[in-house]
């Protein structure tokens, strides 16, 4: 293990950083690097979620003209706005 010193300040700045994401100052450079971290290294504090929560809790910050943008025949559609291809008779 390497051990790198920091000035009190700095080390305070990373902590938070780290906490602003949800992890560990031990785990944040894993983050950073790219490294996937195993569930026994994630914060016990941070519970997992369900996929659908997190999708919703995202889609709540789309702004409501993008929103009003968007067809209402998506799900139905996905072929012909993914790929392009022709819509399907409903």
């Known amino acids: 293990m390497t051990v790198i010193e920091l000035p009190d300040e700095q080390a305070a700045a990373l902590k938070a950083k ?3 994401d949800g992890l560990t100052l031990e785990a944040w450079p ?3 690097a790219g490294i996937e971290a195993s569930i026994e290294q994630q914060p016990a ?3 997992r979620r369900h996929i659908a ?3 919703i809790e995202n889609m709540r910050k789309v702004p409501p003209e993008i929103m009003a943008a968007m067809p209402t025949d998506g799900a139905s559609q996905h072929d012909h706005y ?3 291809w022709p819509k399907k008779e409903a």
Do not use: E, Q, S, T
Request: hydrophobic share 45%; net charge neutral.
């Open 82 to 84: 993914i790929y392009g």
């Open 53 to 55: 929560d997190v999708i």
């Open 45 to 47: 504090d941070r519970p």
């Open 18 to 20: 780290a906490a602003a």
């Open 30 to 32: 894993n983050k950073l």
